[in-house]
């Protein structure tokens, strides 16, 4: 299995989960800000999101297959 630390220490992996609700969070309060404004909107925030979804979980997924 494929780990983020090898070492397993708790201090580096509660690090890792801090950082990934930092950026969750701050990704929640950019999209509240940007949401109704006529140029983006609903529909393409979404589609944005979803994009963004599929090449990150396409790019792990790679990884996870080659290694």
Avoid: E, W
Avoid at 10 to 38: E, F, R, S
Wanted: proline share 3%; glycine share 10%; hydrophobic share 45%.
């Amino acid at each position: 299995m494929l780990q983020i630390d090898p070492s397993g220490d708790l201090l580096t992996t509660n690090g890792y989960l801090l950082l990934n609700n930092i950026c969750g969070l701050a990704g929640y309060y950019a999209a509240a800000v940007v949401i109704d404004k006529p140029k983006i909107g609903r529909r393409n925030l979404q589609l944005a999101s979803y994009v963004t979804c599929v090449v990150l979980f396409a790019i792990t997924g790679g990884k996870s297959f080659a290694h």
